[in-house]
């Protein structure tokens, strides 16, 4: 979608540090970070919200549960911990309408969150 920011990011239209990418996937650095590691998992395909998934989808739903665990790995945060978190629509945090997984470590977090 042209007016997308996280598609022109993935059209590199725009600058990001970039993490990882496969044809399916990338993930880049937040631009605001909330953690030490905080990355952004983004599927390429334009799916708003999680409300709009549907079967079609659950093979890069699959994937993207991979791709954060070897990132994890990478980043070292996954011996001590992280949060894989997933924020739908306004009431939950969604400010970009392209689904996103946050990737946060390097920090102790707080149960429940706020
Ligand atoms: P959410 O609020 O869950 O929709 O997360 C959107 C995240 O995207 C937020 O943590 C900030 C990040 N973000 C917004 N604009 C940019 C950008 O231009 N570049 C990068 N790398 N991250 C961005």
């Not at 993930?27 to 970070?33: C, G, H, Q, T």
């Not at 395909?45 to 990478?74: M, Q, R, S, Y």
């Amino acid at each position: 979608m042209s007016d997308c920011l996280f598609c022109i990011i993935i059209d590199k239209k725009i600058p990001a540090k970039y993490v990882r990418e496969t044809s399916e996937l990338i993930a880049i650095r937040d631009v605001n970070p909330q953690a030490p590691v905080h990355i952004l998992i983004i599927p390429k395909k334009h799916i708003p919200t999680l409300n709009d998934i549907t079967d079609e989808d659950c093979d890069i739903v699959g994937k993207v549960h991979v791709f954060a665990k070897d990132i994890a790995k990478e980043e070292e945060i996954s011996i001590d911990g992280y949060r894989l978190v997933l924020n739908v629509n306004r009431g939950a945090g969604q400010s970009v309408f392209h689904i996103h997984w946050h990737l946060l470590g390097g920090r102790e977090f707080n149960w429940p969150p706020g």
